[in-house]
């Protein structure tokens, strides 16, 4: 008959089952908690590398070859400077 359901797990067992879902849900919240930090790591670094690359791009431009601030860049340099690869 399809109607019989299986037998129940004695309740050693059903503690068994439930602790390891436990470790699995730990392990999963620190897995989750590790990405998470290495997302806040990898942002910080983007946003270093892009404001080092604005402070060598204003050091060399306006100190070593003593150009003069404009609020426009002829020819567009710091497009092409940070894009070198678009025209």
């Given at each position: 008959d399809k109607s019989e359901a299986?037998?129940?797990p004695s309740s050693g067992e059903r503690?068994?089952?439930s602790?390891?879902?436990?470790?699995?849900?730990?392990?999963?919240a620190?897995?989750?908690k590790l990405a998470i930090q290495i997302g806040y790591a990898g942002s910080t670094i983007a946003v270093l590398t892009v404001a080092i690359l604005?402070?060598?791009f204003c050091i060399k431009t306006f100190v070593l070859e003593g150009h003069q601030w404009k609020s426009?860049?002829?020819g567009g340099r710091p497009g092409?400077?940070?894009l070198?690869?678009?025209e």
């Open positions: 299986a037998p129940e503690e068994e089952g602790s390891h879902k436990k470790e699995k849900s730990v392990l999963q620190k897995l989750t604005v402070i060598q426009t860049c002829p092409r400077y940070f070198s690869s678009w």
